[in-house]
């Protein structure tokens, strides 16, 4: 059993899909990452996550194009953003809640709208591979790293993209300073309600292009509860990842190991049922978090509402 | 002139009755506009609903049926909400509930005279529903770990476990391939009251009741009430925060486990596939619309229900997606949350700017 998966090919084989399934934990907990930074636990990721992949899906089935399923989820995404921002920095809502509320609004919708709209399992021309010239002719590491389709190298490039927006741009420090001290940001000139709004709504952008990922750029089609909580799980590698892209890389890179070997261990048909490799990364998120706990700064003010009366 | 939110003296009780209403009316709507969308007359659809939740005594009891469970879950969620602990995972522990129930039925009755089976395979289902709500209590009195992810990851854990079960090492061996367990023996089944309307319902109503007089009447209410309030005050007053939060979390898993063995032992008598038919999520709406109250919870949860059975009948009936129902309640979370503002605050349109004098 333990000499399958130690044979070249294989471990050349769960290293690349390693890779390529760390797309939708980056894009969507870099998105959550920029909400937690302001202030705004947005637990509703997978919902967007949901909503994004069947609305990517069906644009790309009906058009024949995957460029407009990912604007297409990009605009779900940016809509259900508006709805969280609204609910919990306008609206000033307990947001675990809010974020619930949120899951279960896309879940219930995407599944009623699949049934409606398309209601079967059928596959899509998602997006093809781009071997990178040279780099990809690497043995091990080519494959493993540079064999990819183009959200795979996206994803990646968002995490020092995100850096240098979160720590060396003004817009930045003002997105730091309002999820710490809203008060004083308040007090600066800045208006902390619109840079809430900002970051949920590029985090739930973001969340729309994880889950058009797995419909686009993976799976190439739909089924119900095709994000299988990889939404949440990128809401606990935020924390993981200690509200830093690098932290979350390596966080993100962990569990899609660990998502790529389960799968692995289906593909060999080595004897572990299959229920407990895909429990996997949900019994790793509950150790990690505990790991962490107590031990980790937080944005000061995750969680609490702004406002600016002072009541 | 702007428009500003004004703390209010006291809670609004208007805004308290209103908003969940508001809020329901708010989902139909948005609901209609799908069902325009997709060519469907609204009207006839929730017509359809209707007749199908509350128009024959046969379909209220299914009704019932299916607001016993969610009543189980909702009393369960409305416990840990009261101290502000966000447990999500009312589904895994009422799976748990339903696999521990199983466990009993299934493998105790040769050894154990018929008579226990049914009080000892409730007891189980408590057991399992406090330890695996339980165990994220601790991880946030003990060590602060985030309760709704870890309470969401194990729904996840307890849902593949049962899947296991039931596809594997408990799968009858003359199902002819069906994925189930064997049926139970009739000595574990829970009786019937009418239809498919099972023991479980009264037993939900019996906690609804003595839920209502301990919240409002006891010294646990109490303590559990200023947890969730002003823990800080709840400091002061010498009220053990910990225990509390992992008292009341064990008791809100039991409950939603209670469901889960309603589900089994009352309905299916098997453990087999529709275990978690995402009661445990409906069961957050529910609390949250009924402020929490167990006697509100009773009536919002036969609400509820009547959404789920009335998306299965027009599924039958009409060809819709039964989803629908599932739809609706996550529509009304939405404008409930976004309501509760106006309990404590209300909108003031302010003519002149000048706010000091305005304060003074």
Same mark, same amino acid.
């Given at each position: &059993? ?6 070249? $090919?294989?471990?050349?084989?769960? /290293? ?9 934990? /980056? ?21 967007? &996550? ?23 989820? &990009? ?47 059928? $596959? ?32 990646? +490039? ?25 008060? !004083? !940001? ?19 952008? &973001?969340?729309?292009? !994880?889950?058009?990922?797995?419909? +686009? ?38 569990? $899609? ?29 509950? /150790? ?24 | ?23 329901? =009316? ?67 522990? =009422? ?56 309470? =969401? ?208």
């Amino acid at each position: &059993m333990i000499h399958q998966l130690l044979s070249l $090919s294989t471990i050349v084989g769960i /290293l690349a899909t390693a890779v390529r399934l760390t797309t939708p934990f /980056l894009l969507a907990a870099l998105g959550e990452m920029f909400a937690q930074r302001s202030g705004i636990y947005n637990l509703g990721v997978e919902g967007v &996550m949901m909503m994004g992949a069947f609305g990517g899906f069906w644009v790309a089935l009906v058009t024949g194009s995957a460029w407009l399923g990912i604007l297409a989820a &990009m605009g779900i995404g940016a809509l259900m953003g508006l709805l969280m921002a609204f609910i919990s920095v306008t609206m000033q809502a307990e947001q675990g809640i809010s974020g619930i509320g949120l899951y279960m609004f896309g879940w219930g919708l995407a599944g009623f709208l699949f049934r409606l709209t398309v209601g079967y399992i059928t $596959s899509i021309d998602g997006f093809k591979p781009i071997a990178i010239p040279l780099l990809s002719d690497i043995p091990v590491l080519g494959t493993v790293l540079f064999d990819h389709n183009w959200m795979v190298y996206f994803a990646l +490039l968002m995490v020092p993209i995100t850096w240098v927006i979160l720590f060396k741009t003004t817009w930045g420090l003002k997105v730091r300073a309002v999820g710490v001290t809203p008060e !004083a !940001a308040d007090t600066l000139g800045v208006s902390v309600a619109r840079v809430r709004y900002t970051c949920v709504i590029i985090g739930s952008v &973001m969340a729309g292009l !994880a889950g058009a990922f797995l419909t +686009l750029g993976h799976t190439n089609m739909y089924a119900d509860n095709i994000t299988a909580g990889r939404g949440f799980i990128a809401v606990a590698l935020v924390y993981f990842g200690r509200w830093n892209p690098w932290g979350i890389l390596g966080g993100a890179f962990l569990f $899609s190991f660990v998502d790529a070997l389960q799968l692995w261990i289906q593909v060999l048909g080595l004897n572990i049922p299959y229920e407990f490799a895909v429990m996997t990364p949900y019994v790793l998120t509950i /150790l990690a978090l505990a790991l962490v706990a107590g031990r980790i700064w937080e944005p000061a003010a995750l969680g609490r509402p702004f406002d600016r009366e002072g009541g | 002139m702007r428009i500003v939110f004004e703390k209010r003296e006291s809670i609004s009780h208007w805004a308290v009755v209103l908003v969940p209403i508001i809020s329901f =009316l708010v989902s139909l709507l948005f609901g209609a506009i799908l069902l325009l969308a997709s060519g469907v007359d609204p009207l006839v659809t929730y017509q359809a609903m209707a007749v199908g939740t509350f128009g024959s005594w046969h379909s209220f009891t299914e009704t019932l049926v299916k607001a016993t469970p969610l009543l189980f879950t909702s009393l369960g969620v409305a416990i840990a909400f009261r101290m502000k602990f966000w447990n999500i995972g009312a589904e895994g522990q =009422l799976v748990w509930g339903g696999v521990a129930a199983a466990w009993v039925a299934l493998f105790w009755s040769k050894s154990l005279p018929g008579w226990t089976l049914l009080p000892l395979a409730l007891l189980m289902a408590c057991v399992a529903g406090a330890i695996w709500a339980g165990v994220p209590a601790a991880l946030k009195a003990y060590l602060n770990v985030d309760e709704t992810l870890t309470t =969401l990851m194990l729904n996840y854990v307890a849902i593949l476990y049962a899947k296991n079960l039931y596809y594997g090492p408990w799968r009858d061996p003359e199902g002819m391939g069906f994925p189930g367990s064997a049926q139970f023996p009739a000595a574990a089944w829970l009786p019937r009251i009418t239809g498919r309307v099972h023991l479980g319902l009264i037993i939900a109503l019996i906690f609804a009741f003595l839920l209502w007089f301990a919240f409002n009447r006891t010294r646990w209410g109490f303590e559990t009430r200023i947890i969730g309030e002003n823990q800080t005050a709840a400091r002061y007053l010498g009220i053990n925060i910990k225990r509390n939060i992992v008292i009341a979390l064990l008791i809100s898993g039991a409950l939603s486990g209670l469901a889960g063995a309603g589900e089994t032992l009352g309905i299916a008598h098997r453990l087999q596939q529709g275990l978690s038919m995402g009661y445990g999520y409906t069961a957050i709406i529910i609390s949250w619309m009924s402020q929490l109250n167990p006697l509100a919870i009773i009536f919002v949860a036969v609400l509820m229900a009547s959404l789920l059975v009335g998306g299965d009948q027009i599924q039958i009936m009409m060809g819709l997606p039964a989803s629908v129902g599932v739809v609706l309640q996550g529509m009304i979370l939405i404008p409930m949350l976004a309501g509760g503002l106006f309990t404590e605050y209300r909108l003031r349109i302010v003519r002149t700017p000048k706010i000091e004098e305005a304060k003074a």
